[in-house]
């Protein structure tokens, strides 16, 4: 069995599942990174910059479906993932237990902005360029896939990591 945490970016998929899988004693596993593998580690920026956005969701696609085939973990997915229907089928058909961690738009848009690297590293998904309304925009088109998918949904807005670990774990009982 694996945890895969959904949500958006700033959700706190990595830092919590950090966590978790250290509370497991199991590996932390991230879709992104996995998929950046795939181009030579840039930075998804980069790889959406040089190759598209196409390239980048076929290459998340093949990650997914390898990660979620693996036992014993704990995999933060992408904020977009869900919303490729490959990977949505196989994060559907995985042995897993899925959480969505979640939290309102401005909070995740503050938590977004003070995360300098993200900016840096992490393309723009509409015309706002990272503004609370492109966090409005998009969290209206995945949060009615990431609550159909996802067999627990947590508010993380104002809990701290160690009490969203105790959550995510709670789940798991």
Request: proline share 4%; charged share 25%; hydrophobic share 45%.
């Amino acid at each position: 069995m694996n945890v895969i945490l959904l949500g958006y970016r700033g959700c706190g998929k990595t830092t919590v599942g950090r966590a978790v899988a250290r509370a497991l004693g199991w590996r932390y596993v991230d879709v992104d990174d996995a998929t950046r593998e795939a181009f030579d580690n840039a930075t998804i920026a980069e790889i959406w910059q040089r190759h598209g956005e196409p390239a980048w969701r076929e290459a998340e696609v093949a990650a997914t479906r390898r990660l979620v085939a693996g036992r014993e973990q704990v995999i933060g997915l992408g904020g977009g993932t869900l919303m490729q229907p490959g990977a949505r089928e196989a994060v559907e058909a995985a042995e897993a237990r899925r959480v969505y961690l979640h939290a309102p738009p401005d909070v995740l848009h503050a938590r977004i902005v003070g995360d300098v690297a993200s900016a840096a590293t992490r393309p723009s998904l509409t015309p706002h360029a990272g503004r609370l309304a492109e966090i409005e925009q998009v969290l209206a088109e995945r949060d009615p896939v990431y609550r159909a998918v996802a067999d627990a949904a947590i508010d993380v807005a104002t809990l701290s990591v160690d009490d969203a670990v105790a959550a995510v774990l709670n789940e798991l009982r």
